[in-house]
């Protein structure tokens, strides 16, 4: 490739004008131009009114601009089109191609929804003769549209496309961005954010410019996420400020988010009425407190109407809670909702509640028990509009562990799963690593048994009414957005995932890579999707193999959890041990000699974890202290396996490395560099974490590898 082609590549990849005022342009993630270019060349029709609308008819507007298609708005037009997206009750219009159109989408309906309807969000694609029409009941779902049909390319425009219908699972499907305000002196910008500073704060104040706000909303609304919080769940004093003499700075984003049907949360304190109110006491049943919280939310719904509602870490690593007063968390999150109801907003209190101030030398104290035992005693005693967060681990987003038992113990209460999509455990954005399997592996498991419900149906709820699908973002102002170019494929996944948590994540890739890298502007198109697949689909199971061994967790850097640090926390206050001595390693947390951590799953999960014969071998060390010769279910020992996985590790990343290398001059050269740069570094920590977890358990345990590779 010469260089002026690849300035030509460039331009295809990068938007047009910087976002940023006169900073660096900004990468277009999944939706490059590219991507519109089958829709951009149709003459399409938007019929209906309102602000989401709007949006699409402004997004159509600069589609067709740019490939030279037409695009009208309603209401009397009779033009010949390609595409309509219509509302269903908006006016007939005096086009026959389009009424008729319009009645295969009614008839697809009919002939789909089995009585169920659109709701919302939800749309139809049908087509009727040269006519493929997106009909939906509410202005969103025209939106959602929009990207369906983006996705779909040419697809979306042949003859033989059978008419189908599309409703999100989950009502809620939200970020939360652990964004701070003001910079705080440990954790930064953005606690655990890797990917520069925060799109929405800057050194104590709002940026002010929400360009890069707005193409945020758009590529979240793309792939499905309605809902994001906009500050740390550390909730610091210029933080707190939010809810009441900053109330305006969230206002502004909730107007930019609002145009691609996206509501703002806010976290907030639960000391909040001591903080900024003056009061004395936050005491969930103290009068004063409760219509303190009544008249401060009243005014926020006055600034914002369709504010989302509240986001609350309480109890927890610092952070205020009921506990001080003697409450417990029900009534905590209950004056919040309480609050909350008359608005229609919603409180999200997390479970993610655990003693951090442990002593390393008293076992009997189990920091993977805690959520469990401080929420499932609270099942239904929550108000409707409470929705308790829960972790999706029962210790901290590690690369493995258990799901958490919470997830099947509160029957009677709303409950969503949170993930963590910026990578504080699982390579902090300089590693390679596709989440997209493991969450799938998260969402599928069934609690109660093989074939019973799964963690999927509990966040869905009857009749749609779970909890939801959470995240942390991974978004900075980085100009690839999430710091390694491929980790946009992680947010892009979960929106994916939240919309339907069903979806088998390597098709969701896929869908990643052909909006990422367009087949049109990619001179060998399946040579990239192939190498990105080889890199990506397994990657999470690499890091896994490279970093700690069978389920055990934490033996990351403290403080910065970055790297091997195998000894690091296990003499702190955070209860996170391994207890490896010369004999063996790992967590006894049985029923008959451990915590009896075990004993908080139903019953079949809580037999099968019980013991070591029958817990499967990647958990082995998080439920059992096992000797160093004991053989998992592969038949390899535990010794052998942590040799020969942290080997293989950083042969894969060596692979990857290389793999990369074919793309070069195939795609993007500045996505590209980044990339080659990154992987320079993840070839690097691999080693490091395979040479310092091999030395150490070899001078742990006295056993050598049986295959004599080099270990120090
Ligand atoms: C926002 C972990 C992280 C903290 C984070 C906390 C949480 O402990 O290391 O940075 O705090 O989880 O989820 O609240």
Known sequence: ???????????????????????????????????????????????????????????????????????????????????????????????????????????????????????????????????????????????????????????????ARPPEWHRPALRRRMLNHWDNVAVHPVMGQVERGYAGGSIFWR?????????????????????????????????????????????????????????????????VSFAAPVVLGGLSTADPLDENVRVWWAATTRRVYERIPDFGGYLVKADSEGQPGPFTYGRDHADGANLLAEALAPHGGVVHWRAFVYNHHQDWRDRSTDRARAAYDHFAPLDGRFRTNVVVQVKFGPVDFQTREPISPVLAAMPATRLAVELQVTQEYTGQQRHVCHLGPWWSEVLSFAPWGPGGRTIADVVTGEAAAGGGMVAVANVGDDPFWTGHPLAQ??????????????????????????????????????????????????????????????????????????????????????????????????????RASGTGFTGQYPPYWAQVYESPESCPDELLLFFHHVPYGHVLHSGSTVIQHIYDTHFAGVEEVTAMRRRWQRLNGMIDPSVYERVAERLEEQVRC???????????????????????????
């Open 489 to 590: 494929a992680n947010l892009y996944t979960f929106g994916r995932l939240a919309w339907d948590p069903r979806r088998d994540p390597t098709t969701i890739l896929d869908e990643w890579i052909t909006l990422t890298f367009p087949p049109s502007a990619t001179a060998d198109a399946e040579l990239v999707r192939r190498t990105l697949h080889e890199i990506m689909d397994d990657s999470w199971r690499t890091y896994e193999r490279y970093t700690a061994p069978l389920g055990v967790g934490f033996m990351v850097n403290p403080g910065d959890h970055y790297g091997p640090g195998v000894d690091g926390y296990e003499y702190t206050r955070w209860g996170t041990y391994h207890f490896a001595d010369r004999d063996g390693v790992g967590v006894d947390r049985t």
């Open 1 to 159: 490739m010469n260089a002026e082609e690849s300035v030509d590549l460039e331009q295809l990849m990068f938007v047009d004008e910087p976002m940023d005022g006169d900073g660096p342009r900004v990468h277009p993630a999944w939706l490059p131009p590219e991507a519109f270019r089958s829709l951009g060349a149709r003459r399409v029709l938007v019929h209906g009114e309102g602000l989401l609308v709007d949006t699409v008819l402004d997004e159509v507007s600069r589609a067709c601009a740019r490939y030279g298609g037409l695009v009208w708005h309603s209401p009397s037009w009779d033009v010949d089109v390609d595409l309509v997206f219509a509302l269903r009750d908006a006016a007939e219009l005096p086009n026959p191609a389009v009424e008729a159109a319009r009645a295969a989408g009614e008839a697809g309906l009919v002939e789909l929804a089995d009585g169920e309807t659109l709701g919302d969000e939800g749309f139809v694609l049908a087509r009727a003769g040269d006519v493929t029409v997106v009909l939906a009941d509410a202005p969103a779902g025209l939106l959602y549209g929009l990207f369906h049909v983006v996705r779909l390319c040419a697809a979306a425009f042949d003859p």
């Open 686 to 712: 691999a080693t490091e974490w395979r040479d310092q977890i091999n030395t150490y358990f070899f001078r742990k345990s006295g056993v050598p590898d049986e295959r004599g590779r080099d270990i120090y």
């Open 203 to 267: 050194d104590g104040r709002s940026r002010g410019d929400l360009d890069r706000v707005r193409e945020y909303a758009r590529l979240l609304a793309s792939c499905g996420v309605n809902a994001i919080s906009v500050n740390n769940v550390n909730v610091a004093r210029t933080e707190a400020l939010l809810l009441t003499e900053r109330l305006g700075d969230v206002a502004e984003i909730a107007d930019v988010l609002r145009r691609y049907g996206i509501r703002v949360h806010l976290s």
